[in-house]
């Protein structure tokens, strides 16, 4: 009888995944909470983080962008209402 090549037991296989080093740890670039990069390009601990963290840069963003128009808008409206030729 042949054997076959039968992947471990799942006691075996959840044992390796829950096994991290702490030198593994990176801080999430959004929350600041540790965990295991699953690759070297992550920096979220979750997708919920990492969309947290995108929906705040973009509100910023969108804010210094509204500031700018409100200014132009007063500029014009300065010049439209300034009676000198």
Known sequence: MHERNLPPPPEQRLESVLTVSSDSLVPCAGCGKPF??????????????RMAA???KQG?????????????????IELLEDPTP
């Open 60 to 76: 910023k963003d969108r804010a210094e962008r509204d500031a700018k128009v409100r200014l132009k808008l007063r500029e014009a």
């Open 36 to 49: 295991a990069q699953r690759r070297p390009n992550h920096r979220y601990c979750s997708p919920a983080c």
């Open 54 to 56: 995108f929906q705040a």
